[in-house]
């Protein structure tokens, strides 16, 4: 049975989204693109994510095993944090308004551990990694939050398909 990982990379600016088809450990890229968010009032900016993340959904429904999202890093600013709080509620509310299950919260070194097995990857290395995992030759986008929300994706599916637990030590977690 074909089933669909969708991974989303929120950001204030840009939110990246990608969607991986999977049958019998054959990936395949559906999509993987960014939405700009314009520099407009928050309000503006809530409702043009509203709107497309609900059209995304609406256009997998019944197919979606996970949706996937990466937990922010947000350093010590409290602004940023807030901010991007918001959009993780808006994205969290829209699937459930969708009749999706709660997203799989997956921090950052979960998803380089699981795409090049290093926790401490760059952004390049795991960008170089995606195209390796699915087979070929697969023309990325020019987005890191895109390419992020692939990565993101490709982590949902190995850890839901995973015959082993993985496991992360603390020092690997941060």
């Known amino acids: 049975m074909v089933k669909y990982w969708i991974g989303i990379d929120i950001g204030s ?3 990246g989204v990608a969607c ?17 968010l314009r520099r407009t009032s928050l309000e503006e900016r809530m409702q043009s994510l509203y709107a ?3 059209e995304l959904f609406r256009s997998y429904e019944g197919k979606v095993s996970q949706v996937a999202l990466e ?25 459930l308004s969708q009749g999706y ?25 795991v960008a170089r990694m995606l195209s390796h995992h699915l087979g070929g ?3 990325l986008p020019d987005s890191e939050h895109a390419t992020d929300a692939l990565a993101i ?11 082993i637990s993985r496991t992360f030590s603390k020092r690997a977690e941060r």
């Open 13 to 15: 600016q840009e939110v």
């Open 20 to 36: 991986v088809e999977a049958e019998h450990r054959a990936m395949r890229l559906l999509r993987c693109e960014p939405l700009k």
């Open 52 to 54: 497309w993340l609900a």
């Open 71 to 95: 937990e922010p890093f947000v350093g010590k600013n409290i602004r940023s944090a807030l901010l991007l709080g918001t959009i993780k509620g808006l994205v969290w509310g829209t699937l």
């Open 101 to 125: 299950p709660s997203p799989l919260l997956i921090s950052p070194a979960q998803v380089k551990k699981a795409i090049t097995g290093n926790p401490y990857a760059s952004k390049e290395q």
């Open 137 to 139: 030759d697969v023309v």
């Open 153 to 163: 994706a490709l982590t949902a599916y190995y850890y839901q398909n995973s015959p």
